[in-house]
């Protein structure tokens, strides 16, 4: 805690040192990066201990008092690992899912939200607070009745559970930050196309989607952390191995049973392959993101 | 359900428009069919994912129910067991408000001033942004995995670390008394997901606003209580609500670093009802009674967003009072 | 509303490229002609390689063996949703009491009568007898069949006992040493607790305390595990009791709450001296190659020899396609497989017992005489007492001893508040029936 802690001081230091940009410049430019070096260090540390992990040899993760570096760097962990999960295969599946209900989700929450912020019909609010209030309800509640519907129409052990609620506005958030976005853009846009006989299919795919890119590729990369990070719905639902995302293959490494020593270095090895997709996404979106999340406090009701 | 979160939301001057109405009202005959098109599918996702399962579960709960026979209806006797006989019940609800109490004003709380440290123009800070808000793009599993060799109070990093300094060491997660703090220390190492929303918040207030603050000699206090605060303040209750829903339903960190231990320590509600609904290895689940415990749930989430929510208006910044 | 439809139908539209793609990478097992027989396990990557191999060798024109891949992490949750989803393998690896509540849901093939006329050696008789009696449900009912025998006892760091000039355990050790073997042992070199012992503080924990009241010609905790009658802590039962709170209290004996998850590193590290365990640690012991000089005892006495009765089997479900090809297979597995897979990785003895010369070889060339010494020694153990109860309501026992257990060991409740919490227990007795 203690470490953590220590963040706010300085932060509430580095408030007042913004004011005063023009006297104690120096001093105060030193400060924020000593107290920046300190946030990544915490930020970035557990990882770093994560690749050393991943390149000790099996037993030496046990070392006490344990060593940052490797005595003898065991590289082949990286190839040895991945192999030991079928990587490629499982890499493609969560390609597969993440992908379409990315597709899905964003697609659905942003129809929802362009109808709600920009369409007059009756029950708009009524839908809005069930979409909004459906935020609020545990994931839970839903798990056991669906699975039991999800048996019952023979999805069990196919990749629909795990794709078609993203079809169906399956994440309120989005839906709510949709809206929000869409509240934003001046209505005499619409009147324009209206004017050049758009439709609303086309007002909404040509005019609407190019101006709201800050709203979708912030759900797009929500939307792919969710489903490539999702571990306990691909787990219950899917019985073949072939069919597996790389979450559920990662937690085949740990393995409580039969005498066995999860095999730390291999799991740590493949999770760093694991954990670079959804890096790539954020660091190659990054700015987009902040803009697009700007929306959910920033825009008024209507 | 009944908190409003388009009172919630402010408005920044900025963005704040105004001129659309006229084009509302415009072709209202043909938007009506238009619209239902754009929301046909979010409704039957509402009606198949929220409406269903909220009616399925409510029936549930007042049956016993193994999943592999039929449901026998029992009227209120889940409920009669859970608040009299069940002795994992208080300790859960107690977990639970420990873990919300502790979670939620911190990770506002650092989420802010991170975000507030964040927001400045030096080279090199969005290297920053991304290195803070790292922990939430990771996969959960894997971190809470890695967090749980951290804490380790034998070979862990954290208390080798701390060992070499000559600072006192902690049992973290195996003693009562540190354990909830040590699953609070963990979750709020994803404390970037705060911060990244508050950042948002912060860029789009106005700097127009702190320069006339400044011309009238404001102190950096005065700035931050009088401009900054308020006029982030419908972020501030979205991220209240957000993160409290949140923390209700905390699941993953426990369920990985303790699994509920030492004792009920960390045995928040979700952990319950997730182990009698899919319980270990050899014993049969409690569906109904899991079911009973949802609804529970759902209730106490409903009552203390109700609250914020009320509670809010009174310190809300809301510009437009009309409409 | 027409046109609501036609979204719909969109949406459908989307869904169907998602079907076709998630068939697409479907496998395709289940072809006419052969039945395919799948089976399950929860074991390692590297011990399926192993058995996957052994039933490669299984030769019949009309049936085909497949190994299922599962995350054996989340072994519990992937059988929770197959059970729920009734499409449970034909061969599964399951505890006792899963067998014996599945059985009692009427879930599980019975397979009492084929075991008992079986031809040839594949028959009751065959295995080992405590195992065979604790599989039968009340009404003589058999979901599956044990395969591997679960023993247990006191694994010790010769060196660190060498080191502190104590006597190494052996057969006939009593408690009492246990614990002063413990405090001698406990905070030096980097040791923290002298003893580990999962099984005497965690949910099962209760349990393992009959071991010290049976050896002293006491009662169990619970007169049995699959269908008991009621629980009781007799005056034996609260001296073992109260002499574990005493090792707790002065730091000797790892508290509840301990996380027992890396003791086995741990203790090949050096760093456990004593560790309560099963004997498979052996197979990862082998694998691993600790530094230390260890060796595995069997669990201290106070007069008589006891020790904990656990197994683990193969279950099969009542909807399985053929059960005289899924029998077949089932054999093989019992009298082949094993004798292809413990040599590299010796686990546990088999519930078969020709099957279990293979062990004893293996662990002999492995030179872990201790190990086998001790398994022999726990088979023919005079007295056994069950680990858990393998009842419906079991989950419950678990809370009540969180609840009321647990506190009395680390003290913050007095021994003296036993009998309230047998009393509770009893109560879940009389109601579950």
Redesign the interface.
């Given at each position: 805690?203690t470490t953590?802690l220590t963040?706010?001081s300085?932060?509430?230091a580095?408030?007042?040192a913004?004011?005063?940009k023009k006297k104690p410049r120096l001093a105060g430019?030193t400060a924020?990066?000593v107290?920046?070096l300190f946030?990544?260090a915490?930020?970035?540390?557990?990882?770093l201990?994560?690749i050393t992990?991943g390149l000790k040899s099996r037993t030496a993760?046990?070392?006490?008092?344990?060593k940052l570096l490797p005595h003898e760097w065991t590289w082949s962990n990286f190839v040895n690992g991945p192999k030991a999960i079928h990587f490629p295969r499982l890499f493609l599946n969560s390609i597969i899912i993440t992908s379409l209900s990315v597709l899905g989700g964003v697609m659905?929450?942003m129809?929802?939200g362009?109808?709600?912020a920009?369409?007059?019909?009756?029950g708009?609010k009524l839908?809005?607070?069930?979409?909004?209030?459906?935020?609020?309800?545990?994931?839970?509640?839903?798990?056991?009745?669906?699975f039991?519907?999800y048996k019952s129409i023979g999805w069990y052990d196919t990749w629909l559970p795990l794709i078609v609620?993203a079809?169906?506005?399956?994440n309120p958030l989005f839906?709510?930050l949709a809206r929000?976005y869409f509240?934003?853009?001046?209505?005499?846009i619409?009147?324009a196309a209206?004017i050049d006989g758009a439709?609303?299919?086309r007002i909404?795919v040509s005019v609407m989607l190019p101006l709201t890119r800050p709203a979708w590729l912030t759900m797009a990369i929500l939307a792919f952390?969710a489903s490539?990070?999702d571990?306990l719905n691909p787990l219950v639902y899917l019985y073949s191995s072939g069919k597996w995302p790389l979450?559920v293959g990662?937690?085949s490494f740990?393995s409580p049973f039969a005498g066995k020593t999860p095999d730390?270095s291999y799991?740590?090895a493949t999770?760093l392959l694991?954990?670079l997709p959804?890096?790539i996404i954020?660091?190659a979106a990054?700015r987009y993101?902040?803009?697009?999340?700007?929306a959910?406090?920033?825009?008024?009701?209507? | 359900?009944t908190?409003?979160?388009?009172?919630i939301?402010?408005?920044?001057p900025?963005?704040?428009?105004?001129?659309?109405?006229?084009?509302?009202?415009?072709?209202?005959g043909?938007?009506?069919?238009?619209?239902?098109?754009?929301?046909?599918?979010?409704?039957?996702?509402?009606l198949?994912?929220?409406g269903?399962?909220?009616v399925?579960?409510f029936y549930?709960a007042l049956t016993k129910y193994?999943?592999?026979?039929d449901p026998v209806f029992i009227g209120l006797g889940n409920f009669r067991r859970l608040f009299t006989t069940?002795?994992?019940f208080w300790?859960a609800l107690k977990a639970t408000a420990y873990l919300v109490v502790l979670y939620v004003p911190?990770s506002l709380?650092?989420g802010l001033?991170?975000a507030?440290?964040l927001n400045?123009r030096?080279a090199?800070?969005?290297?920053?942004?991304?290195?803070?808000?790292?922990?939430?793009?990771?996969?959960?599993?894997?971190?809470i995995?890695?967090?749980k060799?951290?804490l380790?109070?034998?070979?862990?990093?954290l208390n080798?670390i701390l060992?070499r300094l000559g600072l006192p060491t902690s049992l973290w997660?195996?003693?009562?008394n540190t354990?909830m703090?040590s699953v609070?220390?963990v979750m709020?190492?994803g404390?970037?997901g705060t911060m990244?929303?508050f950042?948002?918040?912060l860029?789009?207030v106005p700097t127009e606003l702190?320069e006339a603050a400044?011309v009238d000699g404001a102190?950096?206090w005065a700035?931050?209580f009088r401009i900054t605060l308020p006029m982030?303040s419908?972020?501030v209750l979205?991220q209240v609500i957000?993160q409290t829903?949140a923390a209700?339903?905390t699941f993953n960190q426990p369920k990985i670093l303790?699994n509920g231990?030492?004792?009920?320590?960390t045995?928040v509600l979700?952990l319950s009802?997730?182990?009698?609904?899919?319980?270990?290895?050899?014993?049969?689940?409690?569906?109904g009674y899991?079911?009973a415990q949802?609804w529970v749930?759902?209730i106490i989430?409903?009552a203390v967003?109700a609250l914020t929510a009320k509670f809010s208006s009174l310190w809300t910044y809301s510009d437009?009072t009309s409409? | 509303?027409k046109?609501?439809m036609?979204?719909?139908a969109l949406?459908c539209a989307g869904l169907l490229v998602a079907t076709a793609c998630s068939s697409g990478s479907d496998s395709g097992g289940s072809s006419s002609g052969p039945v395919t027989v799948t089976v399950m396990t929860w074991e390692s990557a590297e011990t399926n390689v192993a058995i996957k191999k052994a039933l490669a060798d299984f030769k019949d024109d009309n049936v085909k063996v497949q190994l299922l891949d599962t995350p054996s992490g989340q072994?519990?949750?992937k059988?929770?949703?197959l059970?729920?989803a009734k499409k449970l393998p034909d061969l599964f690896w399951?505890?006792?009491?899963?067998e014996q509540?599945y059985t009692s849901?009427g879930?599980l093939v019975d397979w009492a009568d084929k075991i008992k006329n079986g031809d040839g050696d594949f028959k009751s008789d065959n295995f080992v007898p405590s195992a065979m009696e604790n599989w039968k449900t009340a009404d003589g009912q058999m979901g599956g069949l044990p395969s591997l025998m679960n023993t247990y006892g006191v694994w010790y760091n010769a060196d660190a006992f060498t080191a502190a000039g104590l006597t190494l355990p052996k057969a006939g050790w009593t408690w009492d040493e246990m614990y002063a073997d413990a405090a001698k042992l406990a905070n030096k070199n980097?040791v923290?607790y002298g003893l580990v012992a999962d099984n005497l503080t965690s949910g099962d924990g209760p349990f393992t305390m009959s071991m010290y009241s049976v050896s002293a010609g006491g009662a169990p905790f619970t007169d049995n595990v699959n269908h008991p009658t009621k629980a009781e802590a007799d005056d034996k039962y609260q001296e073992g009791v109260t002499k574990l709170v005493a090792a707790i209290k002065n730091g000797s004996v790892a508290?509840?709450?301990?996380?027992a998850a890396?003791v086995q590193s741990?203790f090949a590290?050096g760093?456990v001296p004593m560790t309560f365990g099963g004997q498979w640690l052996a197979a990862g012991f082998q694998t691993d190659k600790p530094k230390i000089k260890y060796g595995f005892a069997p669990f201290p006495q106070v007069q008589t020899p006891t020790t904990l009765y656990d197994s683990v089997g193969i279950c099969t479900p009542q909807y399985t396609k053929d059960q005289d090809a899924t029998f077949k297979v089932l054999q093989y597995i019992n009298t082949k497989v094993w004798d292809a897979v413990l040599p590299a990785s010796p686990v546990a003895p088999p519930a078969y017992t020709p099957a279990q010369t293979s062990y004893f070889d293996a662990l002999t060339k492995a030179q872990q005489p201790t190990v086998a010494d001790t398994v022999k020694a726990d088979l023919s153990a005079e007295k056994t007492v069950g680990v858990r109860f393998?009842t419906?309501w079991?989950?419950?026992v678990g809370?009540?001893t969180?609840?009321?257990y647990?506190?009395i060991l680390?003290g913050k409740k007095p021994v003296s508040d036993l009998p309230a919490y047998i009393d509770?227990i009893n109560g879940l007795i009389k109601q579950g029936g």
């Open positions: 805690m953590l963040e706010a300085p932060s509430g580095t408030e007042t913004r004011p005063a430019t924020w990066y107290v920046a946030i990544c915490v930020m970035v540390v557990p990882l201990w994560m992990i993760v046990f070392d006490i008092p344990p659905t929450a129809m929802a362009y109808a709600l920009r369409l007059r019909f009756p708009r839908w809005f607070y069930l979409f909004v209030g459906s935020m609020l309800l545990p994931g839970v509640v839903g798990l056991i009745p669906l039991q519907l609620p079809f169906l506005g399956g839906i709510f929000q509240l934003a853009i001046p209505y005499s619409d009147e209206k439709g609303h299919l909404f952390q490539w990070n571990y979450s990662m937690a740990v730390w799991y740590m999770n694991y954990m959804p890096l954020f660091f990054q993101f902040i803009q697009g999340l700007g959910l406090g920033s825009t008024t009701q209507k | 359900m908190s409003s979160p388009e009172r939301v402010g408005t920044s900025v963005k704040q428009r105004r001129s659309g109405r006229g084009g509302m009202s415009r072709n209202a043909s938007d009506v069919k238009a619209a239902y098109l754009f929301i046909a599918p979010a409704i039957i996702g509402f198949v994912f929220v269903y399962p909220l399925r579960s549930l193994n999943g592999l026979t069940d002795p994992a300790p911190l709380v650092l001033a991170l507030m440290f400045q030096f090199g800070v969005r290297v920053v942004r991304t290195l803070a808000y790292l922990p939430v793009v990771l996969p959960a599993v894997a971190t995995t890695l967090w060799f951290i380790d109070p034998q070979v862990g990093l080798t060992d997660l195996q003693s009562p354990s703090p609070v220390l709020l190492w404390v970037g990244i929303i950042l948002a918040a860029q789009s702190y400044r102190g950096s700035v931050f982030i419908p972020i979205l957000l829903t209700l339903q303790t231990g030492p004792g009920f320590s045995n979700m009802i997730y182990g009698n609904g899919f319980p270990t290895l050899g014993r049969i689940p409690q569906l899991a079911s949802v749930l759902f989430i409903i967003i437009n409409d | 509303m046109r609501t036609g979204v719909a949406a072994y519990g949750d059988l929770a949703s059970t729920q399951c505890g006792n009491d899963t509540q849901q879930l980097g923290k508290p509840p709450g301990y996380d890396n741990l590290a760093k393998t419906q079991a989950q419950q809370d009540l969180t609840a009321n647990q506190p680390s509770k």
